[in-house]
T-cell receptor, first 115, second 115 residues
Framework: QQQVKQSPQSLIVQKGGISIINCAYENTAFDYFPWYQQFPGKGPALLIAIRPDVSEKKEGRFTISFNKSAKQFSLHIMDSQPGDSATYFCAASLYSGAGSYQLTFGKGTKLSVIP | GAVVSQHPSWVICKSGTSVKIECRSLDFQATTMFWYRQFPKQSLMLMATSNEGSKATYEQGVEKDKFLINHASLTLSTLTVTSAHPEDSSFYIC???????????FGPGTRLLVL
């Protein structure tokens, strides 16, 4: 079964610290791995994404590390700020036919950044 | 770029009535649109995938006669919840992707409350 396992379920980090969220997958056919940020009552917003031929991608304070052999990837938020407090979802994409790709989501991590 | 809107953002209806939710891609042509359902503190559950001009593909367990999906143009998809009941109360989110692209852009969501 196609699954993406995400941990931890919740995370509390002090302002200025590093937030790390981990995801693992089983299906090696997944070929695109985005991270989404969701604030309460809002839709998810694309944060950063990576393909399996790249081991790391950085955009500002957000970095994805990807370990293809271990089938794991993680999101690192450097210099975490209270405004980063949100729920983060990792996802994995698979071609589902008819020109479309489907996302399989992790269960989410609620991040709280305290002053 | 890549903005997706949803209307309405909030709807309250009586049990037995039907509710229509619109999803629009504002600045790109969405060949594929997705409809998700999200319960409080849970991940996104894919309900159906629709390609422009084709019938929607529903996920297992989703009643196609209850959740009617129409994707009549490259910028508009609608979800109609027919004969809504209190158990249909949820947060409904659409997403859209362009031609053969993995990235999904999400709308802001629609909160449905059925009394």
């Amino acid at each position: 079964q196609q699954q993406v396992k995400q941990s931890p379920q919740s995370l509390i980090v002090q302002k200025g610290g590093i937030s790390i969220i981990n995801c693992a997958y089983e299906n090696t056919a997944f070929d695109y791995f985005p991270w989404y940020q969701q604030f309460p009552g809002k839709g998810p917003a694309l944060l950063i994404a990576i393909r399996p031929d790249v081991s790391e991608k950085k955009e500002g304070r957000f970095t994805i590390s990807f370990n293809k052999s271990a089938k794991q990837f993680s999101l690192h938020i450097m210099d975490s700020q209270p405004g980063d407090s949100a729920t983060y979802f990792c996802a994995a994409s698979l071609y589902s036919g008819a020109g479309s790709y489907q996302l399989t989501f992790g269960k989410g991590t609620k991040l709280s950044v305290i002053p | 770029g890549a903005v997706v809107s949803q209307h309405p953002s909030w709807v309250i209806c009586k049990s037995g009535t039907s509710v229509k939710i619109e999803c629009r891609s504002l600045d790109f042509q969405a060949t594929t649109m997705f409809w998700y359902r999200q319960f409080p503190k849970q991940s996104l559950m894919l309900m159906a995938t629709s390609n422009e001009g084709s019938k929607a593909t529903y996920e297992q367990g989703v009643e196609k006669d209850k959740f009617l999906i129409n994707h009549a143009s490259l910028t508009l998809s609608t979800l109609t919840v027919t004969s809504a009941h209190p158990e249909d109360s949820s947060f409904y989110i659409c997403s859209a992707s362009a031609v053969v692209r993995e990235t999904q852009y999400f709308g802001p969501g629609t909160r449905l409350l059925v009394l």
